[in-house]
């Protein structure tokens, strides 16, 4: 089970030569969509691996990831509606503002532990969330369209699509390495110790509070960088990107991937997004033997009432998540050849 | 003046009203140790019921009663179905479990009622408005909420402090284990704490339905404000949720109403329209972040109720 | 230099009207296994508490190798080389068994800010790490997950951990409570062994591990020491026997 060649690491080996195919396919087979669906994805999964950091390495809980989702993209969308579209001063902003924003975050509320840092965490995401709602001149509730995306150095062209699609997986697998190089140093050896258990770590000389707050900072600060590229993917930042079920969109995708796993979030993210895209088209599909065609695709407008359950029901039984299972599956298969 | 003074009950209604999610939301906190996100549905559960209610009675006060008992009832039955099977587990599985809850109550909700909000007009004898003071007239109707919201507040006093289901609720907040030793149906003790709370968030969304439109999400922007107000108020403490709801509903009113004057004497107008509105918004969080530094247990931490 | 490792003087701690420690002064020599008894309650628990440094002295003085540590915080006395066993297992559950210890030795090995170079793979650590569990009798599980530990082995892990920094003096909190016959057994081996190199205070209900094990023995009752000397002299004194003896005969302990 410990060797290379197991059921997870094979996924995980699939995926990210699908995920580098994908263009391909999506040239050949003039499928368009596909491409726009897994930039989506690809950016989303960056977000949550981000939040895997801290909430599955770090073990804390933070409810307000998608802050830095909004803080990234409307570091973009302002810059952008004052003129400034380069894309050397838009993301070194964006990197800065989203860093400022989690060490203030984090130096208030890991102060705190447990409930506590869920609610406070929540309650100052959605504060940046009415803060850019208040601002009338970058468009308020209605959000603000972004006309050019960030501009860098030819050939780097990010409104060409496939351009822009290479650029977002590159950053994701660099995170996600990023993220595996950090878990298995001494700071993030200091940050589980501080998950597993941080009474002893302080009895045993480690200062937790500061090794926390460095973890929490950088992982706001890859979030503000996937916000960045999911400005620059849909043209258009609007507070609804930092909009609390945002959040817990992105706990979910980690969840249901597997926490502290380095290809979870991403399995979560593609799980999560493509039930969104397609539980309608199941309803209505599933749906049509039993209630007739005309109530199925009625029922399929209200499919996030298969979704709330269905969560529910992911949270009281395959807690492992995703990757959890595919981890048993492999102990199944590996017991097998054993015998 | 008039306008200040008024501005001030202003705050002090909407800050009763916070206490009553506040309240149910520390309660089950304090003694279940659950984490619901999804007590802002039953708030719009709450006013969805008067609003619906109110019709087929014709009667404000029966549609309210009804209301009332239904979102009671929808609280028994969550936590029968659904939370019972969280309590062992981390915080994390309540907080996504919560908001599965969520996602199915907003849709169930659209399903039902329809994607637009609903409203609901209040009887003539609450509409009007009463003389409190010497040329000070106040709504009937925030005064009635005032009144109501300051009953349930002493019931509330008297059933933690004094009777034996608030000290099985006051032991069971600090010594889980003692509860279970005497004897206590702690099954049936946890489901009617969590329908009280429930029936706490009803009352508190079906007395705003007259004031705001009832609509889907209602619920999550105000279980936001009642988070502050439980951070700043100690989880589990009804007295520390009162306190902390009076002064989050207060400073928002007040901020809300004056902020934008008192930035105008500080910048030029045009940067002070621009900037009042997100500011005053950020009032209460600036408060929070406040307590946070001074008090990171929040004023009065539990076991000091 | 002084022969005293570890001086408190007049310690006393109050928790509202009770007194857990009442005027006590201690002394240990280096290198001697110095063991402190006493029934139920009589503040031992709390004498550690205070010398690691987990709770503040109400008043008195604590010297580690003739330094003043008492106003050091418990991490700083742990890395001046004062380690503490804990009562109650407290440990890195998730964690495999050679990365708790690898833990403690980076606690002692400078700030943890390295983000880069993979800390399991660091002989730094490790070395040391492997060395602490080898001296605590448990390389053998070094790659086992800390949860899947017997009891006793937890034991012998919080004792490598504590051994990891490389420590002048142990504080040893009841290593035997809830130990097997043959599990005790190994553990007084054990600190038989670790005596010759290291100064030791051990906190013990067991009194055969104690009276075989103990240089000096001081007798605490309602955080009073009553008596302090060799076991022999321990063994004769009149008044332990009376307060503490004689109720450890009817307990069943064999001494």
Known sequence: MTGVLNVRNLTAAILVIGLVLLPVYSHLAGDRFVLTLFTRIVIMAMAATSLNLILGYGGMMSFGHAAYLGIGGYAVGMLAHEGIYSGFVQWPVAIAASALFALVIGALSLRTRGVYFIMITLAFAQMAYYLVSGLARYGGDDGLTIYKRSQFIEPLNLSNKIQFYYLCLALLFATIFLIWRLINSRFGMAVQGARSN?????????????????????????????????????????????????????????????????????????????????????????????????????????????????????????????????????????????? | ????????????????????????????????????????????????????????????????????????????????????????????????GTFGLILFFDESVRLIWGPAGLSLPLPPWLSGSVQILSGFQYSAYRLAIIVVTLGVAAFLYILVMRTRIGMLVRAGASNREMVGALGVNIKLLYTLVFGLGAALAGLAGLMQAPILTVQIGMGENILILAFVVTVIGGIGSIRGALVAALLVGVLDTLGRAFFPDILRTMLSPTAASALAPALSSMLIYLLMAIVLVIKPEGLFSAGNK | ????????????????????????????????????????????????????????????????????????????????????????????????????????????????????????????????????????????RADGPAAALSHGEHRQLELAMALAGNPRMLLLDEPMAGLGPEESGRMVAMLRALKQELTILLVE?????????????????????????????????ALVREAYLGEADKEGDHV
């Open chain 3, 205 to 237: 209900h067991d009194m055969e591990a104690v009276f075989a094990l103990a240089d000096r023995i001081t007798v605490l009752v309602y955080g009073r020491v009553i008596a302090s000397g060799t076991p022999e002299e321990i063994r004769a004194n």
């Open chain 2, 1 to 96: 003046m008039t306008l200040f003074f008024e501005q001030c009950l202003n705050g002090l209604q909407f800050g009763l009203l916070l206490f009553l999610l506040a309240a149910g939301l520390t309660l089950v906190f304090g003694i279940m140790d659950l984490v619901n996100l999804a007590h802002g549905s039953l708030y719009m559960l709450g006013a969805y019921f008067a609003a619906t209610f109110s019709v087929w009675t014709g009667n404000f006060v029966f549609g309210a009663v009804l209301a009332l008992a239904a979102t009671l009832v929808v609280g028994m039955a969550v936590e029968v179905i659904v939370m019972r099977r969280l309590y062992s587990r981390d915080h994390l599985d309540h907080v996504l």
């Open chain 3, 1 to 140: 230099m002084s022969d005293l490792m570890l001086q408190a003087e007049n310690l006393s701690k109050r928790f509202g009207g009770i007194v857990a420690t009442d005027d006590l002064t201690l002394n240990v020599a280096r290198g001697e296994l110095h063991a402190v008894i006493g029934p139920n309650g009589a503040g031992k628990t709390t004498l550690i508490a205070q010398l690691s440094g987990q709770l503040r002295s109400d008043s008195g003085r604590i010297r580690f190798a003739g330094e003043d540590i008492t106003a050091l915080p418990p991490h700083q006395r742990s890395l001046s080389g004062l380690a503490r066993s804990f009562q109650i297992t407290s440990l890195f559950l998730d964690l495999s068994v050679l990365d708790n210890v690898a833990l403690a030795v980076q606690a002692h090995a400078g700030h943890s800010f390295h983000f880069w170079r993979n800390a399991r793979k660091d002989e730094t650590l490790r070395a040391p790490a492997r060395a602490a569990l080898e001296r605590a009798g448990l390389s053998d």
């Open chain 1, 198 to 339: 941080e009474t002893r770590m302080r009895a045993i000389g480690f200062p937790t509070y500061r090794y926390r707050l460095a973890c929490f900072v950088i992982a706001g600060t890859l979030g503000g960088l996937s916000g960045v590229l999911l400005a620059n993917h849909g043209d258009f930042v609007s507070p609804a990107m930092m909009y609390w079920t945002r959040s817990g969109d992105l706990i979910i995708m980690v969840v249901l991937g597997g926490m502290a796993t380095a290809f979870g979030p991403l399995i979560g993210a593609i799980a999560l997004l493509l039930l969104e895209e397609f539980l309608p088209l199941i309803i209505k599909v599933a749906g049509t033997p039993f209630f007739g065609s005309s109530a199925a695709a009625r029922g399929s407008e209200y499919w996030m009432i298969v979704m709330g359950p269905l969560l529910l029901l992911v949270v009281l039984f395959a807690r492992g998540g995703i990757d959890g299972m595919l981890a048993k599956l492999g102990a199944k298969v590996s017991a097998k050849e054993r015998s």
